[in-house]
């Protein structure tokens, strides 16, 4: 079942085009990854979907219905601009977010428990906003996303400004989502997040959708291409490798792009005398790549530079 549907969705704002003839199916339970650079229409395309702002044209259908205000009662949004009632306390705040999502108030008080619980602050209950850290608020308003158990969750950058212990928090939180069925658009830039999370992506760049489909089908679109290798030694030693068009340096960690049937062991034999080799392994490019490829190619054939 798809359970978010966009058929032809534009929308302008003067003489800007944010979103242009923009389509998506998003299957049921799935995480999908909504993905683009800054200033791509990810933001203005999640707006429409939660009827923020209306579409100039198409139309979108969450559910089987045509979009409508009922329709936010069954759909989590964690906005990429937090923000919570500081002057009130934390039990307070996620009461009346549980009570504008039409929640029972008998359920209200157990889902506010487990939802602390699940991020790890139960404590913080009669504590008001402002006494908390940012990135407590943070994981508050992510847990406020899920109160109302609903089938499809839209998160924007979900996992800006945490510290790497929170945001294994979060990820768990979210593949146990998954395991239960809730649906998860997940709109970042970060690629490695996506890479690690998504089972299907959407790239958009300029508004338009220029790659769609199931993660592991578009990287197998790509062909085995990329030689990964970990290192001891000079990475200096990497130039001009004879088979290599590109190559990504992290300093120890480093992808060499090859050349279109380039044999990856005429790339070993170049390194065994060289460097001390820690890791070589042959494999798809990075989503990391991908993007950077595709919206390379589409910016300049656009002409257009991202806002």
């Not at 978010?4 to 990854?33: H, M, N, W």
């Not at 906005?79 to 934390?90: A, F, N, S, T």
């Not at 069925?181 to 958009?204: N, R």
Request: proline residues 3%; contains cysteine.
């Amino acid at each position: 079942m798809t359970i978010l549907q966009l058929d032809s969705v534009c929308k302008t704002f003067g003489r800007k085009t944010a979103v242009d003839d923009f389509s998506l199916a998003v299957p049921e339970g799935s995480i999908y990854g909504l993905l683009g650079p800054n200033g791509a229409g990810k933001t203005t395309t999640i707006r429409m979907v939660m009827n923020i702002i209306a579409p100039d044209s198409g139309q979108i259908e969450v559910m089987g219905e045509k979009l409508n205000e009922k329709s936010k009662d069954r759909i989590g949004f964690l906005p990429e601009e937090r923000g919570l009632y500081q002057k009130i306390k934390v039990r307070d705040v996620l009461t009346y977010l549980g009570e504008i999502k039409s929640m029972d108030k008998a359920d209200i008080s157990t889902a506010i428990l487990k939802g602390l619980e699940s991020v790890r602050l139960s404590e913080c209950i009669d504590n008001k906003v402002e006494e908390l850290s940012k990135g407590m608020q943070q994981k508050i308003q992510f847990a406020s996303t899920f109160l109302h158990k609903p089938r499809l969750v839209i998160l924007d950058e979900p996992f800006s400004g945490l510290d790497p212990v929170n945001m294994e928090v979060i990820k768990d939180i979210i593949l146990e989502e998954k395991r239960k069925g809730t649906t998860i658009i997940f709109s970042t830039h970060i690629m490695e997040q996506a890479e690690k999370l998504c089972d299907y992506i959407c790239l958009i760049d300029n508004g338009s959708k220029i790659l769609d489909g199931k993660l592991f089908d578009i990287k197998k679109q790509f062909g085995k291409n990329t030689v990964v290798i970990e290192f001891d030694g000079d990475n200096g030693e990497l130039q001009n490798l004879e088979g290599v068009e590109k190559v990504n340096d992290f300093n120890k960690y480093v992808e060499l792009k090859l050349k279109q049937d380039t044999d990856p062991q005429l790339i070993l034999e170049q390194l065994v005398n060289k460097i001390r080799l820690n890791r070589f392994e042959y494999m798809e490019p990075s989503l990391h790549d991908i993007f950077v490829e595709k919206v390379g190619h589409h910016k300049n054939n656009s002409g257009v530079e991202h806002a």
